[in-house]
């Protein structure tokens, strides 16, 4: 067994061995180690491995009933708990917040069925489940994270036979993607993706970065770290590993830009942050999404 | 100049057991015209989708500007679509998407080929849109909202942004009401003399083929009956199909 340190070279190969390196104990007194049985594990485990290896590729698995509602994170979850190992530090958050319901009871069953440690400080995590976020901290290559996708198929809005859709990635036919972005420029003169903005993957595949905000985007282009995105509703998997490019689509001759809030977060008072609007000492206001670090800095502050 | 921009030989449509179309060859040189003309069920649609690159053939061959299109095939053979070749069909929600804007679909041939600096497709978008006459200041607007003559229109633009060498139609009029009908083809016409694109026009109504066509095929049952020059076949018809259809042709 080794433990996710391991994971330091720069290439998918390296993200490979680490991933095929998650050793996992069988039980937990009497109960099966993180929840899914060892053939569930090994078939998302394999899934997963091809979809390294594939940066981008939509790729099939077997996805389980789990005790979440599908489009609820069951895909995430099965990606976390088949690639968890002992020694990871667990943060979910959903949302940037790790005190959300659905955060909060995923984080507890894989808990509960795993021993592992969990944390909300995105800096010391080793394992990240999220929805809507990428944790504002600074993210290594010690990270691995996971992402609870609902749609996974960029082309779904434009073209809804997923064979045709199939035969479209196949042949690098994103002309429709491209189409819905000049309607946009043409009427509103900007994308209208404010989610899943549509980004190429080292000159290859197109995904969806789904669903995280156009903010998060740049950040996934050569990351330290390794993202896999689960969606067990549609029952597919993909990932993006350490230093690959990850391209927002965009006309040569306009911007990709990310959003930008003219006030300060109402909380912390930091500038730049990602913001949602929530209420803040009885008064709606602007308020950092990255509840963690946004309650680390207020306490930081008080010391100061 | 070089050979023909489009070169059909022996060309055998088979579907199962029925037979779409029998033993066709034709040539078209640039800037001409060539007409083909049937009653339903005839082949001439079979025909115009294997130069169209819709259908295989199952004997003979297609050539496009001297390739050999038989071979093409996946992203390939979209691209040689996308740039070589012009689709008019007679229903426009075939080849239009009504959601989006008569822009947005005369622009898409374009971004499927390649193109990804917006104010220069969009510039090309403008000159086409305004070659077709459409009315100025509707190509953000859906083609849904848009009329029956009005999306024939955008989807002659669309069929002619990419500069293609071949533009074909597929009863581009039909069912389209007479004067809407008469402004249609004089446009195609005027377009057709000033790019010189070479044409196949597919039709059941001889008036929009005497008025468009060089050359005309009469087909029936598959089988190519009569060719010629179009004045010709029509003013001294001589196989007794051709007769027949001239003849039957309504009076006002």
């Not at chain 1, 958050?93 to 659905?102: P, R």
């Not at chain 2, 500069?163 to 009401?177: F, K, N, S």
């Amino acid at each position: 067994m080794s433990a996710p340190t391991e994971l330091t070279g720069p290439t998918a190969l390296t993200a490979l061995t680490a991933l095929l390196r998650r050793d996992q104990p069988t039980h937990l007194s009497g109960y099966l180690w993180a929840y899914l049985d060892g053939s569930s594990k090994r078939e998302i485990r394999r899934a997963l491995l091809k979809a390294v290896c594939v940066p981008g590729h939509i790729t099939p698995f077997a996805s389980r009933e789990m005790p979440v509602a599908r489009g609820w994170g069951s895909g995430g979850l099965q990606v976390t708990l088949a690639t968890i190992v002992a020694e990871d530090v667990l943060k979910v958050i959903d949302q940037g917040d790790d005190d959300s319901l659905n955060a909060r009871t995923m984080r507890e069953l894989i808990a509960d069925s795993t021993g592992v440690d969990t944390t909300t400080d995105a800096r010391v995590a080793t394992l990240v489940q999220t929805r809507h976020r990428i944790p504002e901290d600074e993210l290594d290559a010690n990270t691995v994270l996971v992402f609870q996708v609902p749609i996974s198929d960029p082309l779904r809005e434009f073209e809804q036979r997923p064979t045709a859709a199939r035969q479209m990635h196949a042949e690098g036919d994103y002309a429709v993607i491209w189409l819905g972005l000049y309607e946009d420029h043409a009427r509103f003169e900007t994308s209208r993706f404010s989610h899943s903005y549509p980004c190429e993957i080292e000159g290859g595949y197109t995904i969806s970065t789904t669903p995280i905000p156009r903010y998060d985007v740049p950040r996934l282009h050569q990351a330290p770290f390794l993202s896999l995105f689960g969606a067990g509703r549609e029952a597919a998997v993909y990932a993006i590993p350490p230093h690959t490019d990850v391209t927002p689509i965009t006309f040569t001759d306009r911007d990709f830009e990310v959003e930008r809030f003219g006030a300060p977060c109402a909380k912390c008072g930091v500038t730049g942050s990602y913001l949602t609007e929530e209420i803040v000492r009885g008064r709606p206001a602007l308020a950092c999404s990255d509840t963690a670090r946004c309650r680390r800095r207020q306490h930081e502050e008080v010391v100061i | 100049m070089s050979g023909p921009v489009l070169e059909v030989r022996e060309l055998t449509v088979r579907y199962g057991g029925t037979l779409g179309c029998d033993a066709v060859s034709f040539d078209v040189h640039e800037g001409e015209v060539l007409g083909i003309v049937g009653e339903s069920g005839s082949g001439k649609s079979t025909v115009l989708g294997c130069c169209g690159l819709d259908l295989h053939p199952s004997g003979g061959w297609v050539r496009l500007s001297g390739m050999d299109t038989a071979g093409v095939v996946g992203a390939q053979r979209r691209r040689l679509r996308n740039e070589g070749i012009g689709i008019v069909r007679q229903a426009a929600h075939e080849e239009l998407r009504l959601e989006i804007s008569a822009g947005g679909n005369i622009v898409e041939r374009l971004l499927a080929t390649g193109y990804r600096g917006f104010q220069a497709i969009r510039d090309r978008a403008e000159r086409v849109y305004t070659e077709v006459e459409l009315p100025a200041g509707r190509m953000d607007a859906a083609v849904a909202t848009f009329s029956g003559g009005m999306r024939q229109r955008v989807q002659i633009a669309r069929a002619l942004v990419s500069e293609p060498a071949v533009l074909l139609l597929d009863e581009p009029t039909t069912g389209l009401d007479v004067s809407v009908q008469a402004r249609i083809l004089d446009l195609i016409r005027g377009l057709q003399r000033r790019t010189g694109v070479a044409m196949v026009v597919v039709s059941h109504d001889l008036a929009v083929i005497r008025m468009l066509a060089d050359q005309l095929l009469v087909m029936r049952d598959g089988r190519v009956v009569e060719s010629g020059v179009t004045d010709r076949v029509l003013s001294d018809p001589r196989h007794p199909y051709t007769q027949l259809l001239v003849s039957s042709r309504l009076e006002v």
